[in-house]
Every structure is written in structure tokens, then in C-alpha cells.
């Protein structure tokens, strides 16, 4: 069977999509195609890329233009399913749907409530926004052969909208960052580390705060936000003692996570974030490392109920410090945790788990008519 994933958004080698989704389902023999926005015709990992070019400037233009060029992409391809991963197309999916195509839409984000956050788009509209969004999107995936969402709360606000919606969580592929088989003793070094896009709501403002009135270095790896945001931070106190290694690739990161003795993922209660599962804690867990996290109650019980880590307030500078400097002073014990989480990832937080709720979809669809 043909498929076709489709993004506007993602790079071609997404983790998600392409490591992980098309990836997976080339292994299980499906014939995988990928149409994404700035790269050219290529393979990766037995999956059929197409590129279309976006030279639009603006979300708007981007929104209209290229999405155009991406529908002509899809209707060349000619696939039985298409799967799509980006809000913004949404119009291409209920078009491919009137020409009797089976579509699935991937929801990464609970968008309504991402909206509320957004910089971008001034506060007296975001409400409004949201609630435009919200009512559009609702109707939509009505019309969708099948919904997968990337958190159980999201799929519990699509359950109630259509009768196919399957979660399938954003896990770490086994072995991807740690490998089981190797002896190598590795020297840890009195660091902690945090990966993934830097900016005051996803923690980075007090976390450099924090490493302040520790022992510790903090690794940074990622990218700023805007610029406003990474002069803010980098007049902060403790930036003297942060070690700054920019956007790493995935050989990269695992060794900096291998060579880190604690991960932070302590994101702000911000309404998108509460109910999240980041793939950077899971990711953490899967090297052996220590999680220090926001004390959701989501993901408290994953922390603790796994024994695999601390969580923080996440607004409270003395609350982080602490909690590094603890897993600095207690070595023996932090090690324990991140064997914890190691465990609990390769017994059930791990994406092979994940990826046969999604062959499993594929193979229903395709037995279905229309």
C-alpha cells in the first residue's frame, strides 16, 4: 500500500515523522512517501522524499502558497492514505478526503490552547483566535478517516469527534541514545543539561538563574527563540557558568547526555505545557540520566512513580538550585534514579511499543472502504 506523509512545517528528517513514523512503517513494508518544504528529491531510510520549495515570507503566505504546492505534490504521488502532521493543512486533508482518499490527521499539539501562548499574536486577539481555531479544527477532523494524537489528553478532546482516534506517544526509540551492549565507562562530569528550543516559558530564564548558586555547569543545547530573548538571557547572573553548544545533532546529543549527570526539563505552567509529554524527559530517562522536572501532576507520577528523578516548582530559582545541587552531592544516588528511568523506558516509555498502535491503524484503514 502507497502512503504519503505530508508537513509544511518539519524538516524532512523530523524525529517524529520520518525517524520514527515513516521509518517504522517502511519496516513494515509499506511503501512510505514524504512531502516537506525545503529539501530536494531524495531517500532516507527507504522512505520516498519529495521537497517543495517555500520562498514565501510570512506565516500568511506560507499558509496559502505553499500549501497550494503541497496539494499539486500530494495529487502527483497518487497514495490510498495520506497522513498529514501540521494545523495549517487541514484545507489539503478535507480535499484529498472529497476525492475519496483516506486521510489521517497527526495532532502534535493541543493548538487552541498553544495559541494563548503564542508571542506573535497580540494578546486582546488570542482568545478569539483560539476560539475560531478551536470551532474550525472540531469540524474538520469529523470528516477525517482517523485522528492520531501525540498525547492521551489530547486524544481525550477528539475521542468525542470521531470514532477513530489512536494515541501514539512521542517515546525514544530503544537504544537510539544508549547502547546496552557497551562496557565503556564513561567519566560524568559536575554538569547538568538541557536540550530543545530556549526560551523564559520553557524554563531556560530560571534554570540559568539557578546554576548560579550551584557547583554545577549548565549545558545548553539548542536554539533561542528571537533574539530578544537570548540577550535577556545571556545578561543573566548565571550565564557565566552555562556552556552554550548551540542546535547538536542526534550523535552529538548522546554524548553530552552520556557525559551529564541530571536533565532539565523544568518548563513553565504554562496551559500547553501542563499536560505535555516532552520527548526531551523521555530521552533523559533512556540515557540512564536523572530528570529534573516542573512538578505537573503528570508528570510528577511519572517521575516518581518510577523512582526516576526530582521534581521542582518550576517558578522557584532556590527549588532548581537544590535540586542540582543534590544530584551533585549524591552521585550513588542520582545514578540510581537514571537506572530507574532507563527501566521504566525500556519496559514501556519506548517508541517500538508506540509504532504498532500506528501499523495497526494503517493495516484497519486499509481494509476499510472509503
Known amino acids: 500500500m502507497k502512503i504519503c506523509h505530508i508537513t509544511s512545517v518539519h524538516r524532512y528528517d523530523d524525529i517524529r515523522i520520518s525517524i520514527k513514523e515513516c521509518s517504522f512503517l517502511v519496516k513494515a513494508d509499506f511503501e512510505v512517501h514524504l512531502i516537506a518544504p525545503n529539501t530536494d528529491e531524495t531517500s532516507l531510510n527507504g522512505i520516498h522524499v519529495h521537497g517543495v520549495k517555500n520562498p514565501y515570507n510570512g506565516r500568511i503566505k506560507r499558509a496559502k502558497n505553499l500549501t497550494r504546492d503541497i496539494y499539486r505534490k500530494a495529487l502527483d504521488v497518487n497514495a490510498e492514505i495520506y497522513h498529514f502532521h501540521d494545523p495549517e493543512l487541514i484545507p489539503i486533508g478535507l480535499k484529498l478526503r472529497k476525492k475519496g482518499k483516506k486521510v489521517i490527521y497527526d495532532i502534535h499539539e493541543d493548538v487552541p490552547r498553544q495559541i494563548l501562548s503564542k508571542h506573535w499574536i497580540p ?11 478551536e470551532k474550525y479544527e472540531n469540524r474538520a477532523v469529523k470528516k477525517f478517516s482517523a485522528l492520531v494524537t501525540a498525547t492521551p489528553h489530547i486524544k481525550e478532546r477528539f475521542q468525542k469527534l470521531n470514532n477513530c482516534v ?7 526509540i ?24 530556549i526560551s523564559k516559558d520553557r524554563g531556560s530564564v530560571n534554570c540559568v538563574k539557578s546554576i548560579a548558586n550551584t557547583d554545577a555547569v549548565f549545558k545548553l543545547a539548542g536554539k533561542f527563540a528571537n533574539e530578544r530573548e537570548k540577550t535577556m538571557i545571556e545578561e543573566l547572573p548565571g550565564w557565566q ?25 523544568v518548563l513553565e505552567p504554562k496551559i500547553n505545557y501542563i499536560d505535555s509529554l516532552p520527548i526531551k524527559m523521555f530521552e ?15 508528570w510528577k507520577e511519572i517521575i516518581e512513580g518510577n ?4 521534581t521542582v516548582d518550576p517558578l522557584n530559582v532556590n527549588e532548581i538550585s537544590s535540586a542540582i545541587q543534590w544530584v551533585i552531592n549524591n552521585p550513588e544516588e542520582a545514578r540510581k534514579m537514571g537506572e ?6 525500556q519496559s514501556k ?11 495497526n491503524l494503517y493495516d484497519q484503514l486499509q481494509s476499510l472502504d472509503g
Open 123 to 133: 494578546n486582546y486577539l488570542k482568545k478569539l483566535v483560539s476560539f475560531v481555531f
Open 166 to 172: 489512536v494515541n501514539v506517544n512521542n517515546y525514544p
Open 174 to 197: 530503544l537504544g537510539e541514545l544508549y547502547d546496552p551492549s557497551s562496557t565503556k565507562d564513561i567519566q560524568k562530569e559536575k554538569s547538568v543539561i538541557y536540550i530543545g528550543g
Open 241 to 265: 557558568k552555562v556552556n552554550f553548544l548551540g542546535f547538536l545533532n542526534r550523535k552529538q546529543i548522546k554524548k553530552e547526555l552520556e557525559t551529564s549527570m541530571a536533565g532539565l526539563v
Open 284 to 298: 533523559y530517562m533512556a540515557t540512564g540520566l536523572p530528570v529534573i522536572a516542573s512538578n505537573f501532576p503528570l
Open 307 to 310: 523512582k526516576c528523578g526530582l
Open 340 to 345: 530507574n528511568g532507563k527501566m521504566a523506558v
Open 349 to 359: 516509555f519506548n517508541w517500538e511499543a508506540e509504532s504498532k498502535k500506528l501499523i
